[in-house]
Structure formats: structure tokens, C-alpha cells
């Protein structure tokens, strides 16, 4: 059974930091795009960032340019997502996602199950 399963989120200040990890099972995503979306309640899932499969290409969400960071370690098999000068608005259930390809960041085909983060001000 493939699973994405995320670790890493919590209650966090304003200005604070967290890091996420998302690690697979089930399966190698060495070739995959790999990518983080968020979902705040009442309102829908948004993108936040991908990597290509080999970390060489990144895209980001401008809400999170310049303070977010993903990365990945194809020999663990996991994504993380570096989150520094974190704002209230950042609160939202944080989801990992594989895109089923290598270097485009469209179709997602697995979704982990979710991690919640939420700054206080």
C-alpha cells in the first residue's frame, strides 16, 4: 500500500519556524515531483510548493516566496518543507502530494493524509 505520511506540524508564534517531512511508503517517488498544498477551513486547497524529481527545480506560491523552502531526500525517500517567518495566515492543514511526473507540477496522485500547523499572532 503506497502512503505519504507527513510529520512536523504543530502550534507556533508568529515569526516562529516549523519544518514538515513527508515520507513514502510503499514505493520509491525518486522520479516523481514531489510538492506541499495547504488547505485553511472554509476554504479550498492551494498549491504551496514542488520539487522536480531531482530537487534541481522548485516553485513556490507567492504568498510563501522567500519563506518557505522545499527540498527532498530521494535516499530516504522524503519531502520536507522548510517554513520560517510563519504568519497567522499560514494556518491551514498541510498536505503532501506526488505529482505523476517527473518535472511538471500538475496531476497529483497520491495525497498524504494531512498535518496541521497553526500560528498564533
Known amino acids: 500500500q503506497v502512503q505519504l505520511v507527513e510529520s512536523g506540524g504543530g502550534l507556533v508564534q508568529a515569526g516562529g519556524s516549523l519544518r514538515l517531512s513527508c515520507t513514502a511508503s510503499?514505493?520509491?517517488?525518486?522520479?516523481?515531483?514531489m510538492g506541499w498544498f495547504r488547505q485553511a477551513p472554509g476554504k479550498e486547497r492551494e498549491f504551496v510548493a514542488a520539487v522536480s524529481w531531482n530537487g534541481g527545480i522548485t516553485d513556490y506560491a507567492n504568498s510563501v516566496k522567500g519563506r518557505f523552502t522545499i527540498s527532498r531526500d530521494n535516499g530516504k525517500n522524503t519531502v520536507y518543507l522548510q517554513m520560517n517567518s510563519l504568519k497567522p495566515e499560514d494556518t491551514a492543514v498541510y498536505y503532501c502530494?506526488?505529482?505523476?511526473?517527473?518535472?511538471?507540477?500538475?496531476?497529483?496522485?497520491?495525497w498524504g493524509q494531512g498535518t496541521q500547523v497553526t500560528v498564533s499572532s
Open positions: 502530494a506526488a505529482f505523476g511526473h517527473a518535472i511538471v507540477f500538475t496531476t497529483v496522485t497520491y
Open positions: 510503499g514505493r520509491t517517488f525518486s522520479s516523481d515531483a
